[in-house]
């Protein structure tokens, strides 16, 4: 088959391919096998078949239009790790048979003033995201990982470390940077109390790489049943935010908070266990609002900030650092079949701390 896309230097023919996947049709509707069209390799381009993806809360928010936005058919699968099948002509990076990774995005502009500074996730023309947004090649949207294979630039592949196992690794790709990048901005490291609220994808991952910093972690968690794992995941201490007594004991003495919350819940809470000059940065990303009280921030010249994934170096950076570290994800496998339910399990806080899609069960 072939698609026909027009281009600066003209019309140029791509060729392309039907493949499997898994997705959804309508917001209200569960996730069902579907094929969808992918592009055959264009020069600079890495075809990688897909044997592990991990299911990101994000994933879930998408496609169930929970951000507005979301086109149908909607498939997921942003943290892809796979096999080389085939490369582009042009192809340095990579060749067939290695094992390569792909994230939460797959090109960007390349020009703007962000994407020249490694910082594509905040490409001023709007980057390409992996799954549901706009597909320079085929006209309609991106397709996530939750499929056979994907066809991604070079540009936007990552090389995984040879020590860490490969399905455990996944989750690094949006869970992993997602928490990295936030933490080495702000500079996390000796020295610094760090809050991390909410233990789940994000959340653990969070935990792991800010004691990796040298960081002392003060979890908060809403399930009593995770106290233990949070501090085996490298807690030094866990609040149960329910608590209002325990609640009360780092008011005032945290450096900094990274919120990985997906739900509403009451940020000022967190804001006022900073101390003087301190930041909370969400990276959850609930679907409605949270109201901000100005006395959670004026009397300790707090700051209140976001951050979104990483760019494509600091994504490496935080591989290699992993590799050398010897940091993985925490995972529960599952097939494909079961991933309705798995998200059902999400809403809960119901998760230890990664679902893994086992992509070879697509094919069953
Ligand atoms: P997840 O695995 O479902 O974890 C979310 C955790 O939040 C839960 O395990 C639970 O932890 C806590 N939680 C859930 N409902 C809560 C409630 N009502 N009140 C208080 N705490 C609650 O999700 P995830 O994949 O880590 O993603 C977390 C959020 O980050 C999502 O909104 C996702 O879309 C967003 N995200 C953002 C970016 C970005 O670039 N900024 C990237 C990826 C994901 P406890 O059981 O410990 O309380
Ligand atoms: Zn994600
Ligand atoms: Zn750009």
């Not at 630039?153 to 989750?171: G, I, Y």
Request: glycine share 10%.
């Amino acid at each position: 088959m072939e698609a026909v896309r027009a281009t600066a230097e003209g019309v140029t023919t791509i060729k392309t391919k039907d493949i499997r996947a898994f997705g959804t049709e309508a917001a209200d509707e569960l996730l069902n096998q579907l094929n969808i069209r992918r592009r055959k390799p264009t020069p600079h381009d890495v075809e990688i078949e897909i044997l592990y993806c991990g299911v990101c809360h994000s994933d879930l928010h998408t496609a169930r239009n929970e951000w507005h936005g979301t086109i149908y058919p909607c498939v997921p699968g942003h943290e892809i790790v796979g096999k080389v099948v085939s490369v582009g002509n042009h192809v340095t990076k990579f060749k067939v048979g290695d094992f390569a990774a792909v994230g939460c995005m797959v090109d960007s502009c390349r020009e703007c003033d962000y994407c020249k500074d490694g910082l594509e996730q905040y490409c001023e023309q709007g980057n390409t995201l992996t799954y549901n947004s706009a597909d320079k090649y085929l006209g309609a949207q991106t397709y996530g990982g939750y499929s056979e294979s994907i066809v991604v630039d070079e540009a936007f592949v990552l090389r995984v470390p040879e020590n860490l196992d490969l399905a455990a690794t996944a989750p690094l790709l949006c869970a992993g940077i997602t928490t990295y990048s936030p933490l080495k901005h702000w500079n996390v490291g000796p020295g610094k109390k760090v809050g991390v609220v909410g233990l789940g994808g994000l959340g653990h991952m969070g935990v792991k790489l800010a004691k990796a910093m040298g960081a002392e972690v003060i979890v908060f968690t809403t399930s009593q049943s995770k106290v233990e794992d949070a501090k085996r995941l490298g807690a030094d201490e866990v609040v149960l935010s329910r608590d209002e007594n325990q609640m009360q004991r780092y008011i005032g003495k945290l450096h900094f908070v990274l919120d990985a919350v997906s739900a509403t819940h009451d940020i000022n809470t967190y804001l006022n266990q900073l101390r003087v000059d301190g930041s909370l940065a969400l990276v959850g990303a609930p679907e409605h609002p949270l109201p901000v009280a100005a006395f959670s921030l004026i009397p300790y010249r707090r700051s209140f900030a976001g951050s979104t994934i990483g760019g494509v170096a600091e994504t490496q950076d935080l591989l290699d650092f992993c590799g050398e570290q010897n940091i993985v994800a925490d995972i529960e496998m599952i097939n494909i079949q079961e991933i309705n339910e798995a998200y059902e399990r999400l809403l809960k806080g119901d998760v230890k701390y990664r679902f893994v899609i086992d992509m070879a069960s697509l094919k069953k």
